[in-house]
Structures are given as structure tokens and as C-alpha cells.
Nanobody
Framework: QVQLVESGGASVEVGGSLTLSCAAS???????LAWFRQAPGKERRGIAA???????NYDNSVKGRFTIARDNDKKLLFLQMNNLKPDDTGMYYC????????????????????WGQGTHVTVSS
């Protein structure tokens, strides 16, 4: 089971940018990866996913503002976040699963078997 460690969370102003990183303990070339966000008082929600074949999926709330990227050689997953809004506030989690399980939509939490501890982002005006 791959271990995941997120970093990069911070407090930023509305309209600002931030890049989150997720470091994996093992090879991720054959691993689907995703970012989830849990806003205060809400359930964890998938916001971006990157499968092993390069396919990406985004939640409508972040489409056009966030970009997910992976560096398999460095065992890293990134989330570039631009034009941040107060609704982007929350704990951000990295998630991983071996292969590309087709029976689960990429932004569904049940698809993933490994999770990081999270990194917190606060967006304020």
C-alpha cells in the first residue's frame, strides 16, 4: 500500500494561487491518483483525478481554475489552484488506487484505497 503525504496548504486571499503536492512512498506509474476536498461541515468531495493513461477529470466547481499533474519519476502529484475562492477552503487529501478501476467514477472516494493525512487551505477575502 503506497503511503501519501500532502504539503503546500496555506492561507491565501481570494483570487490567489497555490500549488499542493503529494509525495508517494512507492512507484505510481500504474496508480490512479486524485485530490479530494473536505470543506468545513461537509463531506469529502473529489475535485480532480489523473489516471495512469493521462486521462483527467475535474469537478465542475474547479474546472478551468485547478490543474492536476503527476510526475511519475519523482513520485509526486500536484494540484495547481488559481483564482481561489472562499468555497475552496478546506482540507485537501491525496488518494491513490492501483490501476484504473473502471467500475468507479474517478472522483468517487470509494475508488481509492490509500489516503494521505491532508493539508489545509484557507481562502479569505
Amino acid at each position: 500500500q503506497v503511503q501519501l503525504v500532502e504539503s503546500g496548504g496555506a492561507s491565501v486571499e481570494v483570487g490567489g494561487s497555490l500549488t499542493l503536492s503529494c509525495a508517494a512512498s512507492g512507484d505510481i506509474a500504474d496508480t490512479s491518483l486524485a485530490w479530494f476536498r473536505q470543506a468545513p461541515g461537509k463531506e469529502r468531495r473529489g475535485i480532480a483525478a489523473a489516471d495512469t493513461d493521462g486521462r483527467t477529470n475535474y469537478d465542475n466547481s474547479v474546472k478551468g481554475r485547478f490543474t492536476i499533474a503527476r510526475d511519475n519519476d519523482k513520485k509526486l502529484l500536484f494540484l495547481q489552484m488559481n483564482n481561489l475562492k472562499p468555497d475552496d477552503t478546506g482540507m485537501y487529501y491525496c488518494a491513490a488506487v492501483s490501476g484504473n478501476p473502471e467500475h468507479w467514477f474517478p472522483l468517487m472516494g470509494r475508488r481509492y484505497t490509500a489516503w494521505g493525512q491532508g493539508t489545509h487551505v484557507t481562502v479569505s477575502s
